[in-house]
């Protein structure tokens, strides 16, 4: 009996210490917004602990890295022809939609993990938990929800809200990894947290995340946080601004 307990002991003591683990970090905890801000790019670094030497030697190990924004709820309008003008017509509003959502891979992404995993997972702009807002009075089959779904994709990837990278995370040794992550100009502000999630053989082993903040400075900053804590204050000076360029713009610009 002590034999047998002994041994159970040992089998998970060596489960333990061989389980695989991450660890992953941030080139920068934050990306601060000024008036001449253009985009920058994040590195996520990270290592797999207690790796299999077998699925080392096989090449067994992906990784992907995932940055998302808070959620935001997202309207999308379907173009309609009326009277020989496009103009906007029905909506759908989406809710929980990523305001920023960027990923990267060691490979395409149905060679890295299984369809059930991407799923399980919301892996990919298709695989995104996001939530059609049912409107009583108009509702919407299957197919028309399906289609205003594309179109959401569609319109966050044209403006860089978006963002898949195949291949853009690299192994720079067996174990040790990097990603660089493309952060547009037009970032939300808000906590965004990257996540690493580790893949052998094409099943979800383990995911680790860490915060990145994303935040207006300077000039901007104290704009920002006047609007937010004095919308009135901010009104008015707002209109008090646009009168005095209207009356220096006609005095400059004023004919003899």
Request: hydrophobic share 45%; aromatic share 8%.
């Amino acid at each position: 009996m002590l034999r047998v307990t002994i041994t159970v002991l040992f089998a998970l003591v060596a489960t333990k210490v061989t389980a695989e683990d991450l660890r992953i970090g941030l080139s920068d905890p934050a990306v601060s917004i000024e008036s001449n801000f253009v985009g920058t790019q994040v590195a996520v670094f990270g290592s797999i602990e207690n790796p299999e030497p077998l699925a080392i030697e096989r090449d067994a190990y992906d990784i992907v890295v995932v940055m998302q924004g808070p959620p935001t709820q997202v309207r999308v309008r379907r173009k309609e022809r009326r009277f020989g003008i496009w103009v906007n017509g029905a909506g759908q509003v989406f809710d929980n939609v990523p305001s920023f959502y960027t990923i990267a891979s060691t490979g395409p992404l149905r060679e890295v993990a299984t369809e059930e995993s991407l799923e399980s997972l919301s892996l990919g702009f298709d695989k995104l938990d996001v939530s059609p807002l049912i409107d009583a009075d108009t509702p919407r089959s299957e197919e028309e929800l399906a289609s205003f779904r594309a179109s959401l994709n569609r319109l966050q990837v044209a403006d860089d809200l978006f963002v898949e990278e195949i291949g853009g995370v690299e192994f720079l040794s067996d174990t040790l990894f990097r990603a660089r992550l493309r952060v547009p100009a037009n970032v939300p502000i808000g906590h965004h947290r990257a996540r690493a999630f580790l893949f052998r053989d094409g099943e979800f082993l383990i995911t680790r995340s860490v915060l990145l903040e994303v935040a207006k400075s300077g000039f901007e900053q104290q704009t920002y946080n006047l609007a937010q804590r004095n919308g009135l204050l901010y009104g008015i000076m707002a209109v008090f601004i646009a009168m005095a360029t209207g009356w220096l713009a006609s005095v400059v610009f004023r004919k003899d």
